[in-house]
């Protein structure tokens, strides 16, 4: 390999790591909810068009980045039957009575092997919540920690998460506003 040549696959390395950091950056700065606004589809563009998004504790799986609703099973209704939308999860999951919250974002890792990559992070989230979606004050302060794993893919030229496992691993529920 020439000098050339190895410096343009550095050059590649760097450019791809800070634009994957970036790609896990946004999925905080999405979530939040400054002054309850968020941003769905900042969201939904961090995301591939067949993406996977699971999360082992709550037993669901979530393919694509559309709005798509799920199917749940008529016996447990936190069980889901057919996989739904990562835009779903972002209106019906994560956020519809989320205010005033912070994502905190550590230990991102990242380890790229050409168009694909690897990675994790550790999150700690925090804000206010209303009791329902509906209430016009938020009440309790909520906060959870979470580890983040991803499988990245570049699609022309453009990295995006096309495969998220959120393990949320604390969440009190004692922190009162």
């Given amino acids: 390999m020439s000098e050339y040549d190895e410096l343009k696959s550095r050059l590649d390395e760097l450019e791809s790591r800070q634009e994957i950091e970036r790609l896990i950056i946004n999925y905080g700065k999405a979530a939040d909810a400054v002054n309850g606004k968020k ?10 068009e067949d993406c996977v998004y699971t999360n082992p504790k709550f037993g669901f799986k979530l393919e694509g980045n559309s709005d ?3 199917v749940f099973d008529k016996n447990d209704p936190r069980k889901m039957v ?4 990562v835009g ?4 019906n999951v994560i956020l519809p009575n989320q205010e ?11 380890d790229i092997d050409g168009d694909t990559a690897t990675g994790s992070d550790h999150m700690i989230r925090y804000g206010y919540k209303r009791p329902k979606p509906s209430d016009p004050t938020p009440q309790d302060l909520e906060f959870t920690y979470a580890l983040h794993r991803f499988k990245f893919t570049r699609i022309n030229k453009t990295w995006k998460i096309s495969w998220f496992e959120g393990n949320p691993i604390h969440n009190p529920g004692w922190l009162k506003k």
């Fill in 39 to 48: 941003d769905y589809d900042l969201f939904v563009s961090l995301f591939s």
């Fill in 68 to 70: 798509k609703t799920p």
């Fill in 100 to 110: 005033d919250y912070c994502s905190l974002i550590a230990n991102i890792t990242i």
């Fill in 88 to 91: 779903w999860l972002f209106n």
């Fill in 82 to 85: 057919k996989p739904g939308g």
